[in-house]
Nanobody, 116 residues
């Protein structure tokens, strides 16, 4: 079992920045991947970014490329999503997930609101 706890969401003005954290517990993430998805009411959850835990390869949705950066700290078993140049359309609940041994674990989500 893996438990994921997100933090760092909040309210920010357009053009501002936030950094989300995703702390994993229950087992060390030695392989697999960690990522972020987001969801707004009435819409499907959409992929934002992911990182290969061991090699560090990163993947981004086109809508966030150049603005968001995903990273991980292996020693802390924690992933991060640095979000810069935020836009009102980035407003959503952001969920952290971890793919570990063919299972996907999800965090509880953290609200990000970008005001215009």
């Amino acid at each position: 079992q893996v438990q994921l706890v997100e933090s760092g969401g909040g309210l920010v003005q357009a053009g501002g920045s936030l950094r989300l954290s995703c702390a994993a517990s229950g087992r060390t993430l030695s392989n697999g991947a960690m990522g972020w998805s987001r969801q707004v009411p009435g819409k499907e959850r959409e992929f934002v970014a992911a990182i290969n835990w061991s090699g560090g390869s990163t993947y981004y949705a086109d809508s966030v490329k150049g603005r968001f950066t995903i990273s991980r700290d292996k020693a802390k078993n924690t992933g991060y999503l640095q979000m810069n140049s935020l836009k009102p359309e980035d407003t959503a609940v952001y969920y952290c997930y971890a793919d570990v041994t063919s299972r996907t674990y999800w965090g509880q989500g953290t609200q990000v609101t970008v005001s215009s």
